[in-house]
């Protein structure tokens, strides 16, 4: 029996070439289980669902759409212009939550002329149709540290911080930043969004 000379690597590179695709399709599944399993742990805590309540937010959003709220987001940073925020109106937990649009933060001075929103003199860009109730906003406001002015898409169809019952909205009383929406299925209106 003739014993080999030298070296032989060739039987081990195969067994590892074999070995290795196992262990990257094994590293791939585990990576895809994890990212799975931290999404649904990221909104089961730090988020929750609701469901649009009223037409006020179109044509963005629509009754009875469901929206993800991120409720961590504001635990680290404030709201800013233009953020799709959840709140309870003077911190009521028998009301529905409402979803509206930040308009003026705390510091801004506002004011609806002619039908347009002003915010800090300047035609704000959020509102995009003649506005034909002012509310509260008829006369000039100064929002206060912690306060929001908040008016949904549809400002002729939004009960908002235009309605004195309501008013600035107030960063204790706000839940959440909409994070993501659900498709909007309407079988009525036979169309899918």
């Known amino acids: 029996m003739a014993r080999r000379k030298g070296l032989s690597f060739y039987d081990r590179k195969r067994k590892r070439a074999g070995s290795s695709v196992f262990q990257e399709v094994v590293s791939w599944g585990f990576g895809i289980f994890a990212s799975v399993f931290l999404a649904v742990v990221v909104v089961m805590y730090f988020g929750m669902t609701i469901n649009v309540v ?8 629509y009754n009875g759409q469901k929206v993800y ?72 406001m100064y929002l206060d540290a912690g306060e929001y002015f908040c008016i949904g898409d549809d400002p002729n169809n939004s009960e908002d911080s235009r309605s004195a019952n309501i008013g600035p909205v107030s960063d204790k009383d706000i839940i959440g930043k909409v994070w993501f929406r659900s498709k909007y299925e309407d079988s009525s209106r036979g169309f899918v969004k």
């Open 54 to 61: 009223g037409e006020s937010m179109r044509p963005g959003l």
């Open 69 to 140: 709220v991120n409720e961590f987001v504001y635990l680290l940073s404030k709201p800013k212009t233009g953020d799709v925020v959840v709140f309870l109106p003077n911190g009521n937990e028998h009301s529905h939550y409402y979803v509206k649009r930040v308009v003026a933060v705390p510091g801004d001075h506002l004011v609806i002329r002619d039908g347009c929103l002003y915010v800090n003199g300047l035609e704000s860009a959020w509102v995009s149709e003649e506005i034909t109730d002012p509310g509260i906003a008829a006369n000039d």
